[in-house]
């Protein structure tokens, strides 16, 4: 079992940067991800990362976000530039045991999220 707390959401203009960070309560051998939901919309893939730290992204995101993560810490890292209307969501950190997956029925620990707004 492992708990994770996402940091770091905020209000942010369009274009502009955000970083957020999800912090697991122990040291894990877990594949990490990152999901978002918009209102009346269904939870979508964001990006993920393996534990050794191979990554894969949503098109949407590709080339404007970055998924890290610093295993000493137990953290997983989501930077996040150009930043557009449209990304505005509650992100969600989740993880799984085994690779990356893109899908939310693979990942059994989720955070409680954190809401990232972004203004036009």
């Known amino acids: 079992q492992v708990q994770l707390v996402e940091s770091g959401g905020g209000l942010v203009q369009a274009g502009g940067s955000l970083r957020l960070s999800c912090a697991a309560s122990?040291?894990?051998?877990?594949?990490m991800g990152w999901f978002r939901q918009a209102p009346g919309k269904e939870r979508e893939f964001v990006a993920a990362?393996?534990?050794?730290?191979?990554?894969y992204y949503s098109d949407s995101t590709k080339g404007r976000f970055a998924i890290s993560r610093d295993n000493a810490k137990n953290t997983v890292y989501l930077q996040m530039s150009s930043l557009k209307p449209e990304d505005t969501a509650v992100y969600y950190c989740?993880?799984?045991?085994?690779?990356?997956?893109?899908?939310?029925?693979?990942?059994?620990?989720w955070g409680q999220g954190t809401q990232v707004t972004v203004s036009s």
């Open positions: 989740a993880a799984k045991e085994g690779m990356r997956a893109t899908v939310t029925s693979a990942y059994p620990y």
């Open positions: 990362v393996n534990y050794g730290g191979s990554t």
């Open positions: 122990r040291r894990s051998f877990y594949a």
